[in-house]
């Protein structure tokens, strides 16, 4: 195991990095940029290191500042967490040639999954079903509108090199796509610094499953089980959990098997997820893989027991998988509920400020990751998560119980401070949720029938 383990990221991610390293006797290097020199997560630091103002690409995303950070520290390896440079194979490269370990898959399987079109044509090679759409970037848009017509509307025009939700626009009018295309090459262009784009059809009604894997440097490769995260503002995941409810057993076993035939076709090491949409005829689709640690990973966590961070510090180290496929159990239902600090009545738009007052919930099988205290600023710099609220319990109904109480109890006010709370409650509370009938479509219907 690692004597040393620097961490690339901030906020509730390098907490949640930072006690596994602990739990392993891992010594933790935590960076900051100056806006977050007195953030609570640094409090588990055995060594901080500032790289940087606030500015994100000049101290999160600036590979000279976090490597020369690793190198004068005598870190032996680097998590990124998810985010920031996370997903970037010219960064795991960069570790690599200067010695360090990166804890993630090679920058190849980076390069090739990252890519969403390479991505779509390694799914399809493995046999996987894919959306119709088109299997590379798309330069103009007359050509990329021959493609939609094609196809259908509505189709979705995304980013190559999206991730989070960002860089993609639905598209229902032809007279519509022009615009659309031109926006969101540019959008592309300016949040990834790539504005190649394709045009894929668009599901509508959707579900909304990914699969957790972990694979190991020997060829050991294993499904933590199924995800839902079918509950997205603006494409953005709000509440996820596990098991997938109200899908048959034969679709979810086919997921599952979909999702370790593509990471074994590409060799994959390391924490992984493979994301699908299930339509309303009970048809899915591949639709992108994330080659990191998941903002939700503590759902599966909560129904497997495994600690997720753990396993990728354990394999980046070089060992193997301490437990084979048939030793993964689903027990019980796990939730996890994004706290961030928005408006849902303004569009969820952030609302950066000073925390005053918070009070996290607690009580049985109750789980909160969060890097908020009282006195905490929230800037605009960076993402708007505070915190993520999870709940087990034997069964759903008693688990969104849970959830509804924790959600209540959770104290967050401050200058200029909103946060989801109050609609994650609505969303529990709405009986499309609670029997397993939504979509993608449900945040936003219920934004609509809110303003």
């Given amino acids: 195991m690692f004597s040393s383990v620097l961490i690339a990221n901030r906020g509730e991610i390098a907490l949640r990095i930072a006690r596994s390293c602990r739990e392993l006797g891992v010594r933790v290097i935590m960076i900051h940029s100056t806006a977050d020199r007195d953030s609570p997560a640094l409090r588990l630091a055995d060594q901080r290191v500032q790289i940087g103002p606030a500015a994100a690409r000049r101290s999160y995303l600036y590979p000279p500042a976090i490597l020369e950070a690793a190198l ?59 959306l119709p759409g088109s299997p590379r970037p798309l330069q103009s848009g007359p050509e990329a509108k021959e493609v939609a017509d094609t196809i259908g509307y509505p189709v979705i025009i995304k ?112 924490a992984g997820t493979f994301e699908f949409l299930v339509d309303d005829a009970g048809g899915f689709f591949f639709i992108e893989a994330n080659c990191r640690v998941q903002v939700e990973h503590p759902v599966t966590e909560m129904v497997t027991g495994v600690d997720v961070v753990r396993e990728q510090l354990l394999i980046a180290a070089g060992r193997p998988l301490s437990f084979r496929q048939e030793d993964v159990e689903l027990r019980g239902v796990a939730i996890e509920c994004r706290v961030n600090t928005e408006d849902p009545r303004r569009g969820f738009l952030p609302t950066p400020g000073v925390v005053e007052h918070f009070v996290p919930p607690g009580g049985p099988f109750t789980r909160v990751d969060t890097h908020g205290a009282d006195g905490v600023t929230i800037g605009a710099e960076y993402d708007s998560l505070l915190a993520k609220v999870i709940v087990w319990a034997p069964d759903r109904d008693q688990a969104i119980a849970r959830m509804a109480r924790a959600l209540s109890e959770f104290q967050v006010t401050g200058r200029g401070i909103r946060t989801t709370i109050g609609f994650l409650l609505d969303v529990l509370a709405d009986p499309r949720f609670r029997d397993a009938r939504h979509t993608t479509s449900l945040a936003d219907l219920m934004v609509t029938t809110r303003s």
């Avoid at 440079?85 to 804890?103: H, T, W």
């Avoid at 993630?104 to 980076?110: E, F, K, L, N």
């Fill in 72 to 130: 004068s520290t005598g870190a032996q390896a680097v998590h990124p967490g998810y985010g920031f440079l996370s997903e970037d194979a010219d960064f795991a490269e960069m570790c690599e040639s200067k010695g360090l370990v990166f804890i993630g898959p090679s920058p190849s399987v980076i390069a090739s999954l990252g890519d969403k079109t390479q991505a779509r044509n390694l799914a399809a090679a493995a046999g996987l079903p894919v």
């Fill in 159 to 270: 980013a190559v090199a999206g991730g989070g939700g960002r860089g993609m626009a639905v598209v229902r009018d032809p007279r519509d796509f022009p615009r659309a295309f031109a926006e969101t090459r540019a959008n592309a262009q300016a949040v990834f610094g790539d504005a190649r784009v394709f045009v894929e059809k668009y599901v509508e009604h959707a579900r909304h499953i990914e699969v957790q894997v972990l694979g190991d440097l020997h060829g050991g490769l294993v499904s933590l089980g199924e995800r839902d995260c079918t509950v997205q503002r603006r494409r953005q995941k709000l509440i996820e959990e596990s098991p997938a409810p109200g899908l048959p057993a034969e679709l979810v076993g086919r997921i599952r098997e979909a999702a370790v035939a593509l990471a074994r076709r590409v060799g994959y090491v390391s």
